[in-house]
């Protein structure tokens, strides 16, 4: 995926040399790729020795309609998931497709390594940050979350269900959008909060 990244584009001038080699360290630092066509990621993973079986049980390959092997994530920019061991246990996969009209975001399906109700993603850069400042900033999702950590908010994580701060010991401040998803995430976060005893005081909007 990651090699994918760049190599579908042409290589930068000696003029805009500078500029694409900032571009690409942050991509770089988090392993964001692109899994090109539709079988590319099937046909790598076989060079290297890993069984159908395997890829299809981790959520990388499945059937088609016609029966072959084909990738879970064509034409689609791929970030990683990780533990906070910085292993990668799944992906979120956002289209780049605009004549078709598929879904936005795919998420891999849940595995013996991930499960999507247990999962944090940014759990594995916002430790430190989290503990020195005392809070983490939970958003909607993983390009959100991207954004900030680019800007050295570290301490930010996206929401995949509300059971992970049972896991958190320190102040959790959400940033969802004004929209009516939003807005619904963020009151079936309280009603779960408060349900759960925790304590829930109000903030600033802007």
Not at 33 to 49: E, I, P, Q, T, V
Not at 61 to 75: A, L, M, T
Not at 162 to 175: A, D, G, H, K, N
Request: glycine share 8%.
């Amino acid at each position: 995926y990651v090699n994918h990244r760049w190599n579908h584009r042409e290589q930068p001038t000696d003029k805009n040399k500078i500029i694409n080699d900032q571009e690409r360290d942050y991509p770089s630092l988090m392993g964001i790729g692109f899994a090109k066509g539709w079988d590319s990621f099937y046909r790598f993973g076989l060079s290297k020795g890993y069984s159908e079986a395997l890829m299809e049980e981790a959520g990388l390959i499945k059937r088609s309609s016609k029966g072959n092997y084909i990738d879970c994530f064509h034409e689609r920019v791929t970030i990683p998931i990780r533990d906070k061991y910085r292993h990668v246990i799944g992906f979120t996969c956002r289209s780049i497709d605009e004549d078709r009209n598929p879904p936005k975001y795919l998420n891999s399906r849940d595995s013996i390594i991930y499960h999507k109700g247990k999962s944090i993603f940014g759990i594995d850069v916002c430790g430190k940050q989290a503990v020195s400042d005392g809070v983490i900033y939970c958003v909607e999702g993983a390009p959100d979350a991207m954004q900030l950590h680019s800007l050295g908010v570290d301490n930010t994580v996206a929401l995949y269900s509300s059971t992970i701060f049972r896991r958190l010991s320190v102040s959790v401040c959400f940033c969802f959008s004004r929209t009516s998803t939003g807005t619904i995430l963020i009151l079936l976060i309280i009603v779960f909060l408060i349900g759960s005893s925790y304590f829930v005081s109000p903030g600033s909007s802007i």
